[in-house]
């Protein structure tokens, strides 16, 4: 079975940075994708930022600039550097995998963390 655990959400005053971790457990072959989602209160889940085990990232337009995608492939983990924070990035931040497993290592399944609350204001 599949696990994704983030930390490091928490308040944090506008301007501030906060740095995000997942990492995923279980019985893993590859992980070709990983990726940040946030949900806001009311309104949708939405793309953060993606990056690729090669390390090929894409950012949500509003994200560049200030969000940093990156992973460590031997911890099966992903972080999200959360610099110059504003009040509207305040949403539950979500982790997600395409992960093959040793048992279907020709297809990838989509896996969701719990999420973490980011709260920003002053």
């Known amino acids: 079975q599949v696990q994704l655990v983030e930390s490091g959400g928490g308040l944090v005053q506008p301007g501030g940075s906060l740095r995000l971790s997942c990492a995923a457990s279980?019985?893993?072959?590859?992980?070709?994708?990983m990726g940040w989602y946030r949900q806001a209160p009311g309104k949708d889940r939405e793309l953060v930022a993606t990056?690729?085990?090669?390390?090929?990232?894409t950012y949500a337009d509003s994200m560049k600039g200030r969000f940093t995608i990156s992973r460590d492939n031997a911890k099966n983990t992903v972080y999200l550097q959360m610099n110059s924070l504003k009040p509207e990035d305040t949403a539950v931040y979500y982790c997600?995998?395409?992960?093959?497993?040793?048992?279907?290592?020709?297809?990838?399944?989509?896996?969701w963390g719990k999420g973490t609350l980011v709260t920003v204001s002053s």
């Open positions: 990056i690729t085990s090669g390390g090929t990232t």
């Open positions: 997600n995998a395409d992960i093959r497993t040793f048992v279907t290592r020709s297809r990838a399944t989509d896996y």
């Open positions: 279980g019985s893993i072959f590859s992980i070709p994708v």
